[in-house]
């Protein structure tokens, strides 16, 4: 059989300050299929990014999107971040 990925999620509390950095750090850690941006209650940014994609070229795209958010965090004081991360489901 083939390898079948697992997708994870899990969210984090930012503060407006520390969103853009947050971001940036979850994309150069590679495993990341998407992040979407909650301000209460609410998707504001709903990004979806390349699976195998190298860190900083993922970055590079995505940085239109980077300066987006970083001009929604200097209105926002705190937001959530909701990350989908991919990794190998292990056989039992």
């Not at 209460?40 to 900083?56: E, H, Q, R, V, W």
């Amino acid at each position: 059989m083939g390898e079948e990925e697992k997708t994870t999620s899990e969210r984090f509390t930012v503060s407006g300050d520390n969103l853009v950095e947050k971001v940036k750090q979850l994309i150069h850690e590679g495993n990341i299929r998407r992040v979407r941006l909650i301000y209460k209650g609410n998707t504001i940014f709903d990004i979806p990014l390349s699976i195998g994609a190298p860190a900083a070229a993922a970055i590079v795209i995505a940085a239109p999107v980077l300066a987006a958010i970083g001009a929604f965090a200097a209105l926002a004081t705190e937001c959530t971040l909701e990350v989908e991360k991919v990794g190998e489901s292990k056989s039992a």
